[in-house]
């Protein structure tokens, strides 16, 4: 049997970053960036005032206080958006708003909550430091900086920035299309009752869900039965839809595998079996005529959703133009001894706590992969290496934090 990490390696030769293209700002929402962002000009580009008041030189109103109120002459009015050139001198104030061009001689800005607010003259009853509610042109960005880097996803923060330096459009790897198709005779959709020897079908909203999750556009194609035409006509039809193929189900021993059976026939696709618990059955590929990915992963639901963490998700990664980095791990105390097949390594579904003596695991109970109550309750996944059969409590072990838990 293969190991994980071969398994990872072979998956990773192969998969590239989907094509960058430029988008418009709000399109380009979710993607990550192909080139750095560089501001051409300062932000803010000029000193300007931070709130509604009055510009004032200090010598004028060093000695400003509520029984020594300061009278002067306002001799401009300056809104935001003022291209007007101002300026004042010793004896003057201007009215000015927040966001307008700070006039030229200008030491600070007076609130006009500190004076009586007048507009021909203004008395001013407090004094303020230099500098007072002025914003320097630059102090948010200076000319030339990088203010984003290449791999950064463009998330609602960086949708700000990218306007506030002027750009309209960027260069993104988009969020890869990734559709999620699941096979299986017994499935029913949610909603529609079951009969006999029929299940819910789960698989594919919980991976189409892994997939967003994982920055990526997913679609669930929900299900087909277990037919080698329908099954092949259909990965055909979504291929155009797709970036990447998801299927789940019909991938072992059993009389219909049909997934396997039918891409068999295709060639590109190598169906193997992993050394690990749960997802030993996996199968990977490319299809069509642009190669496009296709992970074939097993019916199981946790072995699915385990299968998708370790195998699609750094997959994912890569065609989004980001490093294919694993899910981030860490030591934790047992609190309870497990088990695990020899040979295989075992993925737990677990409890991690952070607490006052450092990070602690639970294994939960029920570890069978249909058992998807089990993953619902958990955060985390027990690493148990290959040549280990038991780990008793209170020993140390890696344990991988699962994504959005
Ligand atoms: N003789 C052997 N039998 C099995 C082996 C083996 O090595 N020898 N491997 C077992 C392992 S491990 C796994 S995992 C499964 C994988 O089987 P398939 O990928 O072919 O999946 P199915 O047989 O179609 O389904 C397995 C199981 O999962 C349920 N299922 C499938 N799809 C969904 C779905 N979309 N939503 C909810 N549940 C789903 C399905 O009803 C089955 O119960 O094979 C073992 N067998
Ligand atoms: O390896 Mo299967 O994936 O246990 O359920």
Known sequence: MKTVEQHIADILS??????????????AYGGVLAEPITADVALPPFDNSAMDGYAVRMADVAAAGPGSPVKLPVVADIGAGDGGVYAIRDGMAARIMTGAPLPAGAEAVVPVEWTDGGIAEVLIRRAPRPGNAVRRA?????????????????????????????????????????????????????????????????????????AMEAGCAGSRHGFISDDPGGVLGTIEDLLAHADVLITTGGVSMGAHDVVKDVLSRLGTVSFERVAMQPGMPQGWGTVGEAGTPIFTLPGNPVSAYVSFQLFVRPALARLQGLAP??????????????????GRRSYLRSILEYGPDGYVVAPVTRQGSHQFSALAETNALIVVPEPATSIGADQTVEVMKLPNR
């Open 138 to 210: 630059g102090d948010d960005v200076r000319p030339g900086t990088v203010v984003l880097r290449r791999g950064t996803r463009v998330g609602s923060a960086e949708l700000g920035l990218l306007a506030s330096v002027g750009r309209k459009a960027v260069k993104v790897h988009p969020r890869p299309r990734v559709v999620v198709l699941s096979t299986g005779t017994e499935l029913v959709e949610p909603g529609r009752p079951i009969g006999p020897g029929q299940i819910w079908e789960s698989n594919s909203f919980a991976l189409t869900a892994a």
């Open 14 to 27: 192969v998969v590239q970053p989907v094509y960058p293209i430029e988008l418009d700002l709000l399109r």
């Open 325 to 342: 980095e694993p899910l981030p791990s860490v030591r934790a105390r047992l609190t309870a001894p497990v088990s695990s097949p020899e």
